[in-house]
C-alpha cells in the first residue's frame, strides 16, 4: 500500500499552481476601504460636532459673564438709580447683542428699563428685576440668557 503525500513547495499551491494565500482579492481591497472610509466619517463628524458644542459653551459663558456684571451693577442702586439705569453695551457676541432688563411687577405686567421713574406708580417690595442678553450667533440661530433677582428697598 502506497500513501500519497500532498507537500507545498514554496510559492506554490496544493497542486503545483500559485499559492491563493499571497494577497487579498479585490473584493476583500473594497470592503475594508468601505470600513475605513466610514470610520473617518465619522471621527470627522464628532470633530466638527465638538467643535460646534465648544462654540456654543463659549458664547453662553460670556453671556453668563454679561449678565452677572449688570446684576452685580445693579446691586447696590437705590430705587431711583435702578429705573433709571442704562445697561453697557457688549460687543463679545457680536453686533446683534442686545442687553435688556425688566421690571416685573406684582400684577405680572412688564416695564422695560431704563424709564422715568415719574411715569411709573407705585412699585412693589421687592422688585423683581430681569436681566436678558440675547444674540445671534455664527450658525444664525437667535441665542438667550437671562437671571431675574428681587431687589429689596
Not at 500500500?1 to 506554490?12: D, E, N, P
Not at 411709573?120 to 437667535?142: K, M
Amino acid at each position: 500500500m502506497k500513501v500519497l503525500r500532498f507537500t507545498q513547495a514554496a510559492g506554490r499551491g496544493r497542486f503545483g499552481g500559485k499559492s491563493s494565500c499571497r494577497g487579498m482579492t479585490l473584493l476583500e481591497l473594497m470592503f475594508a476601504a468601505g470600513v475605513v472610509g466610514l470610520a473617518l466619517a465619522f471621527l470627522f463628524g464628532s470633530l466638527v460636532t465638538i467643535a460646534l458644542a465648544s462654540n456654543l459653551t463659549q458664547n453662553r459663558g460670556i453671556a453668563a459673564t454679561h449678565v452677572a456684571t449688570v446684576m452685580e451693577e445693579l446691586h447696590g442702586m437705590g430705587l431711583q438709580q435702578l429705573l433709571t439705569y442704562m445697561p453697557p453695551v457688549f460687543t463679545n457676541l457680536g453686533a446683534s447683542e442686545v442687553v435688556q432688563l425688566e421690571a416685573i411687577l406684582d400684577n405680572g405686567s412688564v416695564i422695560t428699563l431704563p424709564v422715568d421713574p415719574a411715569t411709573v406708580g407705585p412699585l412693589p417690595n421687592p422688585l423683581l428685576i430681569r436681566c436678558r442678553v440675547s444674540w445671534i450667533d455664527a450658525e444664525n440661530r437667535p441665542m438667550a440668557l437671562e437671571a431675574s433677582q428681587f431687589f429689596y428697598r
